[in-house]
């Protein structure tokens, strides 16, 4: 069985920093890439930025891009997101999600690609 369980969601104001992370447990081995997802109320999940597990290749949403860093620990079997500058408009639930399909740079920022999700965590930035 494969769980993703993220976690560093919070409170803060805007121009402050948080990490997220998201562990994973199960059948990991065969993982091509992860990534993070967030949704607002009323919005379409968004990609936010993606890694491929092998080559550690990056990949981010314009709107974060200078501020968030993705990056993995595989021996940890754990995936972070550093946020810094943070803005109110960053506001959302943040999911990491995981696939083992080699999905191309575009197909790495669509939702569907991926089968497996964590429960989520919420981010909230005050202005």
């Known amino acids: 069985q494969v769980q993703l369980v993220e976690s560093g969601g919070g409170l803060v104001q805007a121009g402050d920093s948080l990490r997220l992370s998201c562990a994973a447990s199960?059948?990991?081995?065969?993982?091509?890439?992860m990534a993070w997802f967030r949704q607002a109320p009323g919005l379409a999940r968004e990609f936010v930025a993606g890694i491929t597990l092998g080559a550690g290749s990056t990949y981010y949403t314009d709107s974060v891009k200078g501020r968030f860093t993705i990056s993995r620990d595989n021996a940890k079997r754990t995936m972070y997101l550093q946020m810094n500058s943070l803005k109110p408009e960053d506001t959302a639930v943040y999911y990491c999600a995981a696939s083992g399909q080699d999905m191309g740079a575009y197909g790495l920022t669509i939702p569907l690609g991926y089968p497996y999700w964590g429960q989520g965590t919420q981010v909230t930035v005050s202005s």
């Open positions: 199960g059948r990991t081995f065969s993982w091509y890439a």
